[in-house]
């Protein structure tokens, strides 16, 4: 049986229809993280840790900014600290495409920051995860670490710690 192919626009809306599914209270939070792909990194997030999940808008440079701070963006009359997530945790910094995306951290951190990241996996259940020992050296925003049956390693991304790291906070140089 052949498979429906859909839009990316398609799929995009099927997983913010999650999102505000899981904000509404109807659907259990510990069965599905938002997968992400980040440089050549797999994360996961909480669901409910995460506001909005946007292409990303035009963005205002920073002068004298933290070469991992992308900007700022207007969102809607508000404005957000972008910061591109592969180029924190010291990899390559997320290029130009289609596919990437900003991921806004909830309204309950107090913060108006968002993750610009590669692409969005989808959801991964936590059925289709094995948890595995964190990695030494691991951030202190490293909730735990899985293995899927890919054998890709997956890291569970704690919103809370990392907008509360004095690193994530101090974008200038």
């Known amino acids: 049986m052949a498979r429906r192919k859909i839009s990316l626009r398609e799929y995009q809306q099927g997983v913010v229809a999650k999102l505000q599914a899981i904000a509404q209270g109807g659907e259990t939070q510990a069965a599905s993280k938002l997968g992400l792909q980040v440089g050549d990194q797999y994360w996961l997030v909480d669901l409910a840790d995460v506001g909005e999940v946007i292409p990303p808008p035009e963005l205002a440079q920073v002068p004298h900014s933290q070469p991992w701070f992308s900007g700022v963006a ?20 997320v290029s130009g495409g289609t596919e990437k995306r900003l991921v806004l951290a909830n309204a309950r951190f107090l913060v108006n920051s968002g993750l610009l990241v590669n692409r969005l996996l989808g959801l991964r259940h936590a059925d289709q995860l094995q948890p595995v020992e964190i990695s030494s050296g691991a951030a202190p925003w490293v909730n735990a670490e899985f293995s899927d049956a890919d054998g890709r390693r997956w890291q569970e991304l704690n919103i809370q710690a990392l907008v509360s790291d004095q690193g994530f906070l101090q974008a200038g140089r």
């Open 74 to 93: 207007n969102i809607r009359g508000n404005l957000y600290s972008v910061v591109d997530f592969s180029a924190f945790c010291g990899g390559e910094p």
